[in-house]
């Protein structure tokens, strides 16, 4: 679980001079460098769960869940989700989970990725959990089980939540849905295991661009304007900045989980 810790007034201020500066906070983790091999005869199941949402509330949850059962196939399934929760104690929970089991030369590739926006106003506790899983269960000869967890927190400092169509302008708003269809397509991509975590990276990186970049108090931009508010500071309770005058653009914070399980037999 991440927790988002409270913070000093004069770590406040040191992260407002990041904020201004681009320096986005970032959880690394290593590539893979695996293709996922496979004979002629081996083919590939899209999993079930491929819808896009945007619960309000104050939990959000996405789980993408592959298992690999039978022998010479990969079961790859992407799940993408949109979240706005509001409220003093905000989740979310990211997950993606792999499992071989009984099989040979099976593969399962599981890719969750979710982005929750909050508003910091009010907020006692923000809880964003990111985790990822690859489990091998009685396999024999070779399989793989791969998980990929991605989780962008993009925290306002509105009134209120704001949805994606008060956060982004309409081409903000194409270029997010866009990189939806992108991801979703993975798993009929024929891409080797090394270039759909290149392509992940990417498309990740391009998601923190699009919100890092989103100007909510701009005229125009959403149905919503929020130029006529006095916006108050981020409260110390959540990894955010001290800006003078009130922010118009959002602190953005992009964690990674990715884990490979291999087996020879």
């Known amino acids: 679980m991440t927790m988002l810790p409270v913070t000093s007034r004069t770590e406040m201020r040191h992260r407002a001079r990041r904020l201004r500066s681009g320096v986005l906070t970032l959880t690394l983790a290593a590539f893979i460098p695996l293709a996922i091999g496979g004979s002629a005869s081996a083919t590939t199941i899209a999993g079930p769960g491929n819808t896009l949402g945007s619960p309000q509330g104050n939990e959000v949850d996405n789980l993408a869940s592959a298992t690999a059962v039978t022998n010479g196939k990969t079961?790859?399934?992407?799940?993408?989700g949109l979240g706005a929760p509001d409220g003093p104690v905000v989740t979310a929970v990211n997950r993606a989970v792999a499992l071989t089991s009984h099989c040979a030369k099976c593969n399962a590739i599981a890719i969750g990725f979710q982005v929750v926006t909050t508003t910091t106003q009010d907020l006692v506790d923000l809880r964003a959990t990111n985790v990822a899983n690859a489990t091998n269960e009685d396999c024999s000869i070779t399989c793989d089980a791969v998980a990929d967890a991605y989780q962008v927190v993009v925290a306002t400092d509105t009134p209120r939540a704001l949805t994606y169509g008060q956060l982004l302008s309409p081409q903000q708003l194409i270029a997010l849905y866009n990189l939806r269809s992108e991801f979703l397509a993975l798993p009929n991509s024929g891409l080797t295991l090394t270039q759909i975590q290149a392509k992940c990276e990417?498309?990740?990186?391009?998601?923190?661009?699009?919100?890092n970049d989103a100007d909510y108090g701009a005229p125009g931009y959403g149905p919503v304007s929020y130029t006529a508010l006095a916006l108050p500071t981020f409260v110390p309770a959540v990894q955010g900045a001290d800006l003078p005058g009130g922010a118009s653009h959002p602190v953005v914070t992009l964690y990674r989980d990715i884990k490979f399980h291999p087996f020879s037999g």
């Open 75 to 80: 079961v790859f399934n992407v799940k993408f």
């Open 202 to 211: 990417d498309l990740a990186n391009q998601a923190v661009t699009i919100l």
